[in-house]
């Protein structure tokens, strides 16, 4: 999977960037090739070796045909509510974020906003709906060609709908 200069890309771990550049460093005598992403969100600035991005979990974001899928899992409401224990959920939803999956990352976003609606978050299980929330924001924003207002609008919409 090749990118391109300009192209928006997701990295799981922090979320849609820009490739600014693709640029080339010599280290002990091999050559690497990096894309050089600047995060949305923050202004961070990656750098990705080319060869394991798509290991890394870099990936194309989602089409604006897959929006609607990734909206239909924010609104299920058939899944029973989860019932772990908080660290065996945090395991669980740490590891659907890290696969950058957007209808895993959707579903975590979905099953910690019931939760909210039952009882106070913690704060891991608020950093952990925030950071969900902002994934799907962003990844929503830059599919539907819309600003981050508007999803977000749209996000606090279907949440605040009766189960």
């Known amino acids: 999977m090749d990118f391109e200069i300009g192209?928006?890309?997701v990295f799981p771990a922090h979320g849609v960037g820009v490739i600014r550049e693709i640029e080339q460093m010599e280290m002990e005598g091999t050559v690497y090739k990096f894309y050089v992403l600047k995060i949305l969100n923050d202004g961070s600035i990656i750098r990705?070796?080319?060869?394991?991005?798509?290991?890394?979990?870099?990936?194309?974001?989602?089409?604006?045909?897959?929006?609607?899928?990734?909206?239909?899992?924010?609104?299920?409401?058939?899944?029973?509510?989860?019932?772990?224990?908080?660290?065996?959920?945090y395991r669980e939803y740490t590891q659907k974020i890290g696969t950058?999956?957007?209808?895993?990352?959707?579903?975590?976003?979905?099953?910690?906003?019931?939760?909210?609606?039952?009882?106070?978050?913690?704060?891991?299980?608020?950093?952990?709906?925030?950071?969900?929330?902002d994934l799907v924001m962003q990844e929503l924003a830059v599919a539907r060609d819309s600003d981050e207002d508007t999803i977000r609008a749209l996000l606090e919409e279907i949440f605040a709908a009766p189960s």
């Open 7 to 9: 192209q928006k890309a």
């Open 48 to 89: 990705q070796n080319v060869d394991t991005a798509v290991a890394e979990g870099m990936r194309h974001t989602i089409p604006p045909e897959a929006v609607e899928r990734v909206i239909e899992v924010l609104k299920d409401r058939s899944q029973p509510a989860d019932k772990q224990t908080w660290n065996r959920r």
């Open 100 to 133: 950058g999956d957007p209808l895993e990352v959707a579903a975590v976003l979905r099953d910690l906003a019931l939760l909210k609606s039952e009882k106070t978050l913690s704060f891991g299980e608020r950093k952990m709906y925030d950071r969900a929330f």
